[in-house]
Nanobody, 120 residues
Framework: QVQLVESGGGLVQPGGSLRLSCAAS????????AGWYRQPPGKQRELVAS???????NYADSVKGRFTISRDNAKNTVYLQMNSLKPEDTAVYYC??????????????WGQGTQVTVSS
C-alpha cells in the first residue's frame, strides 16, 4: 500500500558529495517522522538523521555539519545531502518513514536501501 524508493547512491571520492532521495507513494495521508539509517559492512544499522513533519531535525554526532536532511511534504519525498564524505560513511543507506495511511493506520516503512561507497 505504501512504497519507498531510494535513489542517489554510488561511488564517490573522499571529500565528495552525494544527494540521496526517498520517494514515498501509495495510500499516504501524512508522513510523520522520516529518517535515514545506514548499515556499514559487518555492523548494525544506525540512525543517521531524522526530520519530523514540522521540520525539526536530528543528526548523529558523526555526520553533524556534513549531512543535511530535508523533506518536501507535497511530494512525499525525503532527501539527505551528504557533503565532505569520508570512507567511514561507506554503508547501505535506508530510508524509513512513519506513515499515516489513508485508512488511518500508522505503519513504519523501509526502503530497499542504496549503496554509498566512499573510496579513492
Amino acid at each position: 500500500q505504501v512504497q519507498l524508493v531510494e535513489s542517489g547512491g554510488g561511488l564517490v571520492q573522499p571529500g565528495g558529495s552525494l544527494r540521496l532521495s526517498c520517494a514515498a507513494s501509495g495510500s499516504i495521508f501524512r508522513i510523520n517522522v522520516a529518517g535515514w539509517y545506514r548499515q556499514p559492512p559487518g555492523k548494525q544499522r544506525e540512525l543517521v538523521a531524522s526530520i519530523i513533519s514540522g521540520g525539526t531535525t536530528n543528526y548523529a554526532d558523526s555526520v553533524k555539519g556534513r549531512f543535511t536532511i530535508s523533506r518536501d511534504n507535497a511530494k512525499n519525498t525525503v532527501y539527505l545531502q551528504m557533503n565532505s564524505l569520508k570512507p567511514e560513511d561507506t554503508a547501505v543507506y535506508y530510508c524509513n518513514c512513519n506513515v499515516v495511511r489513508t485508512d488511518w493506520v500508522t505503519v513504519n516503512y523501509w526502503g530497499q536501501g542504496t549503496q554509498v561507497t566512499v573510496s579513492s
